[in-house]
């Protein structure tokens, strides 16, 4: 995944563990990470926005909604 001479790969780590190790081996790879819990939709809306910086305000826009047919939408535009 790091390798320079190919296409960058983005990855984005869903967990629930807090465990220090395995945020290291995700920074260790150029993952984001995000970990389930109260903070878990704002973490996957930075993630995303960092990932699709052209689509950040459409990103935005949906952090509020409820997760349904819309999100699904958006995804399927990416």
Known sequence: MLD???KPLDVIVVTGS???E????CEGFGAFYVRKGPEFW?????????????MADRIGE???Q????????ALAYW
């Open 4 to 6: 320079p001479s190919k």
């Open 18 to 20: 807090r465990e220090t």
């Open 22 to 25: 395995t945020v290291e081996r």
């Open 42 to 54: 704002r973490g996957l809306e930075t993630a995303l926005a960092e990932t699709f910086p052209r």
């Open 62 to 64: 949906l952090h509020g």
């Open 66 to 73: 409820r997760m349904g047919a819309e999100m699904r939408n």
